[in-house]
């Protein structure tokens, strides 16, 4: 039988030291790029889906049968681990840890009484409180700051899609989103999307927005609103909206 000399012994049990110390490091360090990220964010907002007056979430209703979601998708590309906060929030995540960027994506929404206003105006040529004007269509993407909780009430002179709250630089101005028909039937469901790219950095973009014309126009109606975030965005990062609005 041999027996492994003393010099042996001790080598063997240093390179073990090493190997150990090493791996420790290893954890120490992504822990430690890891925290920022794990820790970070802000306080939550509800999740509605399908909210409708006077009627329950996620369903049709007698007093309308406009039934509208939105799914927004927050690309962070310069995230390697995943914000805990965000995932107490509602959002889910395309990775987790060791990622390269990753996309967090949430379903929130309302659709307002000016909004609902102007489905009159666009089905009978008419409207009560709204100016009606023939050519618009809420086709408008837009997006806000602002902290206030979306309301039917809310109007493009208050609320957090106003014409003060609205985002109108660094890539996030409001634009006319891509729309796509659905097929006659039974339900018509129509979607608009469009992907901002962030050239600035905002620290709390929270807010999505579907208007019948652009901040410039003279005649805006905030026809839906949905909550998430709040999200900081520097540039490079993508948020991609969808607005889908059905009929029954």
Same mark, same amino acid.
């Given at each position: 039988?041999?027996?492994?000399?003393?010099?042996?012994?001790?080598?063997?049990?240093?390179?073990? &030291?090493?190997?150990?110390?090493?791996?420790?490091?290893?954890?120490?360090?992504? !822990?430690?790029?890891?925290?920022?990220? !794990?820790?970070?964010?802000?306080? =939550?907002?509800?999740?509605?889906? %399908?909210?409708?007056?006077?009627?329950?979430?996620?369903?049709?209703?007698?007093?309308? =049968?406009?039934?509208?979601?939105?799914?927004? @998708?927050?690309?962070?590309?310069?995230?390697?681990?995943?914000? !805990?906060?965000?995932?107490? $929030?509602?959002?889910?995540?395309?990775?987790? &840890?060791?990622?390269?960027?990753?996309?967090?994506?949430?379903?929130?929404?309302?659709?307002?009484?000016?909004?609902?206003?102007?489905?009159?105006?666009?089905?009978?040529?008419?409207? /009560?409180?709204?100016? %009606?004007?023939?050519?618009?269509?809420?086709?408008?993407? /837009?997006?806000?700051?602002? =902290?206030?909780?979306?309301?039917?009430?809310?109007?493009? +002179?208050?609320?957090?899609?106003?014409?003060?709250?609205?985002? #109108?630089? /660094?890539? !996030?101005?409001?634009?006319?989103?891509?729309?796509?028909?659905?097929?006659?039937?039974?339900?018509?469901?129509? #979607?608009?999307?469009?992907?901002?790219?962030? +050239? $600035? #950095?905002?620290?709390? @973009?929270?807010?999505? %927005?579907?208007?019948?014309?652009?901040?410039?126009?003279?005649?805006? @109606?905030?026809? &839906? $609103?949905? #909550?998430?975030?709040?999200?900081?965005?520097?540039?490079?990062?993508?948020?991609?909206?969808?607005? =889908?609005?059905?009929?029954?």
């Amino acid at each position: 039988m041999q027996v492994a000399a003393p010099e042996t012994r001790r080598s063997t049990g240093r390179r073990r &030291a090493i190997i150990s110390a090493f791996a420790v490091a290893i954890i120490a360090v992504g !822990l430690l790029v890891a925290a920022p990220y !794990l820790l970070s964010g802000s306080s =939550s907002h509800p999740q509605a889906t %399908c909210t409708m007056p006077n009627g329950a979430a996620g369903t049709f209703d007698a007093v309308s =049968s406009s039934c509208i979601d939105f799914t927004v @998708v927050i690309t962070h590309q310069e995230q390697s681990f995943v914000n !805990l906060k965000l995932l107490q $929030e509602g959002f889910s995540a395309n990775c987790w &840890a060791f990622c390269h960027g990753i996309a967090y994506t949430l379903d929130p929404t309302v659709i307002t009484n000016d909004g609902h206003d102007f489905e009159q105006c666009k089905i009978f040529g008419s409207s /009560g409180t709204i100016t %009606c004007t023939p050519a618009d269509t809420a086709t408008v993407v /837009g997006l806000s700051e602002n =902290s206030g909780t979306p309301a039917a009430g809310d109007t493009y +002179a208050s609320g957090p899609c106003s014409s003060t709250n609205l985002i #109108t630089t /660094g890539g !996030l101005a409001d634009v006319a989103g891509s729309v796509s028909p659905g097929t006659a039937g039974s339900t018509v469901t129509t #979607t608009i999307a469009h992907t901002f790219t962030a +050239a $600035e #950095t905002d620290s709390a @973009v929270q807010t999505a %927005c579907l208007l019948t014309e652009t901040n410039s126009g003279s005649d805006v @109606v905030v026809y &839906a $609103e949905g #909550t998430f975030g709040p999200d900081s965005l520097v540039s490079g990062n993508t948020l991609a909206i969808t607005w =889908s609005i059905a009929r029954t």
